[in-house]
């Protein structure tokens, strides 16, 4: 069974020291490949960088957090713009809306989030999102853009029913992740997975963020890392109602086909 995490965040300090045992174990757990997600000015340069260190396994996407978004300049954008060019970034992003923390004010979001979708339709190469309480001015813009994009992926996706209808009305995929997992706050999820087409549903850890629950025993660092990408496909599985090979096999062939993988 293979698998394909397309969003860990292995660029995050915590991978530093161990880096290349991080690699073996996901390998070693049927994790073949993964897409290392850029979110920052460095972030998505270090991105690019691992996926040329560890070609046919790293693949990365560069893009600037809606958290970052105060330090989007013009500097900014022609970086993102050169680094999208490179035949091993195979998305924009991750980009986006989060009105829940408010580290950039709300207008800058939206403004630096139109100059991604911007180049993501310049380059011609799909999106890696992200969203949060920010649905309603989120959609109103992905909407203007859509018919010009190849692809669009809303990462990580913990929202509403009416959210997740209103993404795949536009043909967007639904990235999820350890969420799912979660008994406290992720059980709305486990009856929403069964709303998703296979052919629009790829499996994230967000690694080291949101490691499952259901990892048992949980590891004292509490560290999530990619070679707990099954822990979710099982979970997805169970709630489908289908073998956990399907489920591996169609999220696979998805994030294939999305980031041109095939």
């Not at 969203?131 to 959609?139: K, L, Y």
């Not at 048992?216 to 509490?222: E, K, M």
């Not at 070679?227 to 496909?233: A, F, K, S």
């Not at 099982?234 to 294939?256: F, K």
């Amino acid at each position: 069974m293979q698998l394909l995490d397309i969003g860990a965040n292995l660029t995050h300090e915590s991978f530093h020291h161990d880096f290349d045992a991080v690699l073996q174990r996901a390998h070693a757990h049927g994790v073949a490949r993964l897409i290392v997600t850029g979110a920052s000015r460095d972030g998505s340069t270090h991105a690019l960088a691992l996926a040329q260190k560890h070609p046919g396994v790293l693949y990365a996407t560069t893009g600037v957090h809606p958290h970052h978004a105060i330090d989007y300049d013009d500097a900014t954008d022609a970086l993102m713009r050169e680094l999208a060019t490179h035949a091993e970034v195979r998305a924009v992003g991750e980009t986006g809306l989060d009105y829940n923390r408010n580290y950039s004010p709300r207008d800058v979001q939206l403004a630096v989030f139109e100059r991604q979708l911007q180049i993501a339709v310049d380059v011609q190469k799909p999106l890696f999102l992200h969203q949060r309480d920010a649905h309603h001015d989120f959609i109103a813009l992905l909407r203007r853009y859509r018919d010009k994009l190849p692809g669009a992926v809303v990462h990580c996706f913990t929202d509403t029913g009416e959210a997740l209808r209103d993404y795949l009305a536009l043909d967007c995929h639904i990235g999820i992740t350890g969420w799912i997992c979660d008994e406290r706050r992720g059980t709305h999820l486990r009856e929403l997975v069964k709303e998703i087409p296979a052919n629009r549903l790829m499996i994230e850890t967000d690694a080291p963020y949101l490691l499952p629950r259901t990892v048992r025993p949980q590891p004292a660092h509490r560290r999530n890392e990619p070679m707990y990408l099954r822990h979710i496909c099982e979970e997805i599985a169970r709630d489908r109602g289908e073998p956990v090979e399907v489920a591996a096999a169609n999220s696979t062939a998805t994030a294939e086909a999305f980031f041109g993988l095939a």
